[in-house]
């Protein structure tokens, strides 16, 4: 079997993070991100579910993800995924916006796959400026042509019912401490049958689901200013270490361990 690679660095210049997924065989769960996702399909094939529907991705496809959009995907035909993206929060999509639009909006993809897709090469582009150091202005043209094509101002159609959000910020903002059913119920003033049944249907994940993620992206945060895997798994939250290191391997594609070497590697070379 081919050996898995996995690389992960991040941009000082554009404040963006590139990363490369190669010889994957591995299962991802339902999730999602904080931020946006490009990325391309390299080599193999996958059936991936995104916001309620299926699709079939493989090689020259573009995925597309928005910020919160819940996705998990899995092997088709014993494939290996060869895969790379570029992760955008949504401050620095801002500035972008701002750039090329003159606009503080956000988009919103419509769809988070587009097939035999022609931008790939500049989204490779970018991956290649940011993983050899280019210098800023190569950096920036490389993202800016590659947003250029891409962006379409759009009002998300199926905004959070305001429980529902109310929800997702307690989370967000309580994430380390013990959270329950009961307490989530309490919040909400909905029954806890209820309040399962609404927060799936609308987010596209479970409340613990949604709990995990956010406390993996925090636990991200504190690994890459060079906390302790122990230490940040306390402070995201988690009940022990080993707990931990499942979740985010199953989440993130990497151990923490490998997930802080890599990040803080790639730290001091930029320095």
Known sequence: MEKEHREVWFDNDLQIEAYQLHGIVQKFPNHFHPYYVIGFIEGGKRQMW??????????????????????????????????????????????????????????HFTTPLIKNCEYTQQLSSLYQAIMEQACTLEK??????????????????????????????????????????????????????????AFTRQTGVSCYRYLQTVRIHQAKKMLEKGLSLKDAALAAGFSDQSHFTNFFKMFIGLTPKQYQRIFLKGAMHDE
Do not use: W
Request: charge should be negative.
């Open 50 to 107: 995104c916001r309620h529907k299926e699709y079939v991705c493989e090689k020259g496809d573009m995925i597309l993800f928005n910020p919160l959009d819940n996705h998990h995907c899995a092997p088709l035909d014993d494939s290996i995924l060869d895969y790379r993206a570029v992760n955008i929060q949504p401050e620095v999509m801002q500035t972008i916006m701002e750039e090329l639009f003159q606009t503080k909006q956000l988009p």
């Open 140 to 197: 920036e043209e490389a993202l800016y042509f590659l947003m250029q094509p891409l962006m379409e101002i759009e009002k998300e159609d199926a905004p959070l019912e305001e429980p529902i959000q109310k929800l997702c910020a307690y989370m967000e903002e309580h994430y380390a401490e013990n959270i329950t059913l009961q307490t989530l119920s309490e919040l909400s003033h909905f029954s806890k049958s209820y309040l399962l049944n």
